[in-house]
């Protein structure tokens, strides 16, 4: 936990239960590492082939329908913990996504942020209509929280953000050589923190689990994990599409100069 002090203390976690539910679920992580979405060709291709600011500019605005629903479902899941404990120690996960009590901060007003200063407005990334295997990765995100306990919640969604450290310092290169002057405070706010977050929800599901919930948990992240490979098909596709359009025409400026943004630009057919 990052920001707040932990409710709970050593003794939490010395049971059996916790101790089997912890060798559990670390054993997915680590196994879910041979999963192909880790090996996907997509992440060292992007980065090796120097891709044109259009292609950026589209991996980037699709992948805005995936951040800005996550806190939704951060505040969802803490409504549906058991105990206050676990609802306090998810808040300290969800007060990092909500900005720290700063608005501007939070992760999806962030995310925009660095979209404007490569051109592309609010109104076009939502605009910009959702690839399928975002829609598939949101919707299982969501059917988990709101259908399977709290526990393989935490579990399906500490997968979701171990995927965030091998994947966000490549996204992050390429904008930055693709757009020089883009904002690169969401990216410089991710990585080891995800981890944390990770680490915090594994936890819970240490504290909140029983072995009757093992089978959905390796269902619930092996799911997960298809639908993101899914997303770097479509990616791949897109980067090997010499007719992928930019989402904006706007020439990227540096932040002092910008103006206003404009909602008018069509998002890519």
């Known amino acids: 936990m990052e920001h707040f002090k932990s409710p709970y203390s050593s003794v939490d976690f010395v049971s ?32 090796r082939q120097n891709p044109s600011a259009g292609v950026v500019s589209f991996v980037l605005t699709s992948f805005y329908k995936i951040v800005t629903p996550f806190t939704g479902l951060l505040c969802s899941l803490g409504g549906r913990a058991p105990n206050l404990r676990a609802r306090f120690a998810l808040m300290d996960n969800i007060y990092e996504e909500m900005g720290c009590g700063d608005l501007s901060a939070c992760h999806p007003s962030m995310y925009l942020k660095m979209l404007d200063s490569i051109g592309v407005s609010e109104a076009t990334a939502d605009a910009m209509p959702t690839l399928p295997s975002i829609l598939r990765i949101n919707e299982h995100l969501h059917d988990v929280v709101q259908r399977q306990s709290f526990a393989v919640a935490c579990a399906v969604l500490a997968s979701a ?8 310092p490549v996204l992050a290169a390429v904008a930055k050589r693709a757009f020089p002057h883009v904002d690169m405070d969401f990216f410089d706010r991710h990585g080891p923190r995800d981890e944390g977050h990770s680490d915090d929800a594994t936890m819970l599901f240490a504290v909140t689990a029983d072995s009757s919930m093992y089978a959905a948990v390796e269902a619930g992240v092996k799911l997960d994990l298809d639908f993101r490979a899914e997303l770097f098909d479509e990616w791949m596709t897109a980067l090997n599409d010499s007719t992928t359009r930019r989402v904006s025409e706007r020439p990227a400026r540096p932040l002092s100069v910008r103006p206003p943004a404009r909602d008018s630009v069509a998002p890519p057919g």
């Open 161 to 168: 953000e171990a995927t965030i450290p091998p994947s966000f």
């Open 16 to 47: 059996s239960r916790a101790i089997e539910n912890e060798r559990f679920f670390r054993d997915v992580l680590r196994n879910a590492k041979t999963h192909r979405f880790f090996a996907h060709p997509f992440m060292s291709t992007f980065e």
